[in-house]
């Protein structure tokens, strides 16, 4: 959903909702039905704003967004069947904890030359975006990126 507040100022918004379950037991993957699956979210939101202005006559904007991430489940937890086996995961289960990260930028633009200042992951969160695990007790995780200032330059030729 994108709203126009004014003809300078933008919002815009997403929300998601995911329910991926296993639909039957999967011993394979020691997965019981109902498990959610891995890699996968319940919840994932974004809201992001620009406002545009000007300084002299050159057009500038100022935008942000935050985005959240729920809850990520990696692997399966194993289970006992109807029979009284237990199934071994394939992968141990992992819960990736939900997180929120907000981005800023400001800039300018010309006919010939862009730009722009921002600050990625604002309030310096620390999370799993990834994370994998296996049963030789290793895990990899790939985290979010730290808070990052940076300007990016562009020219038109």
């Known amino acids: 959903m994108n709203f126009a507040v004014t003809d300078s100022f933008t919002i815009g918004a997403t929300l998601g909702y995911s329910d991926a379950k296993l639909g039957s037991d ?3 993957l020691g997965g019981a039905k109902g498990t959610q699956l891995p890699n996968s979210s319940k919840w994932a939101a974004t809201v992001n704003f620009t406002y545009d202005f000007n300084i002299g006559s050159i057009p500038w904007y100022f935008a942000g ?37 907000v981005n800023l930028n400001v800039g300018f633009s010309t006919e010939r030359f862009d730009a722009s200042v921002y600050v990625d ?37």
């Not at 975006?129 to 808070?147: C, D, E, K, S």
């Open 65 to 101: 967004s935050w985005r959240y991430k729920g809850k990520v489940p990696v692997g399966f937890e194993g289970y006992t069947d109807s029979d009284g086996m237990f199934w071994q995961s394939s992968q141990p289960r992992y819960i990736i904890d939900a997180y929120s990260l």
């Open 26 to 28: 999967e011993p394979d």
């Open 121 to 157: 992951n604002v309030l310096d969160e620390y999370a799993y975006y990834n994370y994998a695990t296996n049963n030789t007790g290793f895990a990899l995780g790939v985290p979010t990126r730290p808070r990052t200032i940076g300007v990016v330059l562009r020219a038109k030729f």
